[in-house]
């Protein structure tokens, strides 16, 4: 990871708190403090999601639109619990800002412009 800061868009579980971009520093204190814990990362072509490692220990509530933009992406995994962080892929593995096709897709789906 670096210090630099990155465009993700961070979807919170409960459906009460709005999708959002927003600009993250790809360091492992602010990334852990976004999914309230320690990090697992699921990788998919272009873009990867830090999920929480513990979320299902921690009984951390089910993420539905996390788990339905990563199932519209071909990616089907159950029980998708807490905050997902999307960001992109950059060459040979590194952090990169979102991927404009997954941002378009979260605002089709959720039907309202991505909070900044």
Known sequence: MNNRTYTALVVPASNSEPIRIEQVAADLQALEDLVGGPLESVIRGDWHVYLNAESVTMLLPVNFRAGQLMHECGLDLDGIRGTAVFLGRGEHGA???????????AEELFGAPLAA
């Open 95 to 105: 952090e990169a800002d979102i991927p404009e096709h997954l941002a378009r897709l």
